[in-house]
């Protein structure tokens, strides 16, 4: 009995755990591509230049949403022709209204997209310089979240001289905290079928094994 108990106290703990940051993933490609019509065409055009992103780009794993360039993230990284794609997985632990902003260098705009659906974009030259007192230099969006995991994603073209970049995010009532190893909306995870199954029967045999013990 002490062995089913501490199987379903492991089981437990598996599904109650929680990363504990964001998983922040990067990928850059070359692209002469200038500003577009719509979000939808930013995705677009540079989900196609990372079919083939080409030396100087690459994809890593972001630790910290913040002073990120594609020179100073890649060896041999170039600062011109960059297409940008940021995806942040992330998760939210009760329904409410989050507000997502992203200080940008993309020198023909870009695209903030959520859950695979447009927030917002902006077809201008967009600057942050590590400041967001100018509204027409960043990307800004809010929306209503469900409880559950969630997907934000980034898009940027820039055309020269890319500067630095930041992503940060508000819940209700909060103030805005950049997207890092220690925010704390780490993704859950969705547990196999399988797992659940042992889960049940684990459950199962405990439940059985106490009512055994009172009969005794």
């Given amino acids: 009995m002490k062995n089913v108990k501490t199987s379903c106290a492991i089981l437990l703990a598996c599904f109650a755990a929680q990363a504990n940051a964001s998983v922040i993933t990067l990928q850059t490609a070359y692209s002469n591509a200038g500003s577009q019509s719509s979000a939808t065409a930013y995705k677009d055009v540079v989900e196609r230049a990372l079919l083939s992103q080409g030396a100087g780009y690459g994809t890593k794993t972001i630790s910290s949403y913040d002073n990120l360039s ?30 997502f902003r992203t200080g940008v260098d993309f020198g023909y705009g870009g695209a903030l997209f959520l859950d695979g659906v447009a927030l917002t974009s902006r077809s201008t030259d967009m600057y942050w310089g590590n400041s967001y007192s100018s509204t027409t230099q960043y990307l800004q969006a809010s929306s209503l979240l469900a409880a559950g995991n969630h997907t934000l994603t980034i898009y940027g073209l820039e055309g020269c001289c890319d500067g630095v970049q930041q992503a940060q995010f508000k819940a209700a009532g909060a103030s805005f905290t950049t997207f890092a190893a220690n925010d704390g909306i780490g993704p859950k995870a969705v547990p196999e079928p399988a797992t659940l199954a042992t889960f049940g029967l684990g459950l199962a045999l405990a439940a059985g094994l106490r009512r055994r013990g009172k009969r005794g």
């Fill in 70 to 99: 594609n020179a100073n993230q890649f060896s041999g990284g170039s600062n011109s022709n960059i297409a940008w794609k940021a995806t942040i997985d992330f998760s939210v632990a009760n329904a409410a209204t989050w507000t």
